[in-house]
């Protein structure tokens, strides 16, 4: 009787040189917003995003894709309070920036852990920055995919959705 073995993707993920690069990104990135947040999920296959800000930006090199930065909009707040050392209490243009600005921080640290690797990526793009809820990603068969799922430190958030962020990374080999 033969036995079939099945490996978790998810393991492998782990192990791999993408998933390393988006926590250094995340908590260097963090570090900056004088915030923190620990990694609290991982997954190799495409879901919602949560939050309703995403930040967005294309990448291209020996891989081509997407690297995505969604999160609450308590965490945006204050993240981009942090990172400019203001207090915000609402959404604003300034904040809906600042998240592009965070977006761009933790791809270009994306960028330069991945520099030597096969999945460098030399170019990317500004950043988009998606406001709103109920909207789905689409991706394209054949994309190696990763999301990490953070979870952020604020004593003050009650509900579970205020406290997450999520880095996913949408990739395809040339």
Not at 49 to 77: C, D, L
Not at 80 to 99: F, I, K, P, R
Request: net charge negative; charged share 15%.
């Amino acid at each position: 009787m033969a036995t079939a073995v099945m490996e978790h993707a998810v393991d492998r993920a782990t192990e791999g040189p993408l998933y390393k690069a988006i926590c250094d990104a995340v908590n260097n990135c963090l570090i900056m917003c004088n915030c923190r947040a620990k990694c609290v999920g991982i997954s190799t296959v495409p879901s919602h995003e949560p939050g309703n800000i995403t930040g967005m930006i294309g990448v291209h090199g020996k891989v081509s894709g997407f690297v995505n930065v969604n999160m609450s909009e308590r965490m945006a707040i204050h993240a981009v309070g942090g990172l400019l050392q203001e207090q915000y209490q609402t959404l604003s243009a300034q904040v809906v920036d600042g998240v592009g600005e965070i977006t761009n921080i933790i791809v270009g640290g994306i960028k330069s852990a991945l520099a030597n690797s096969n999945w460098a990526f030399p170019h990317i793009t500004v950043p988009s920055v998606i406001v709103g809820n109920g909207y789905r990603m689409a991706y394209a068969r054949g994309l190696e995919f990763l999301c990490v799922v953070f979870e952020h430190d604020d004593p003050e958030a009650v509900m579970f959705q205020d406290r997450m962020m999520q880095v996913s990374v949408s990739l395809l080999k040339l």
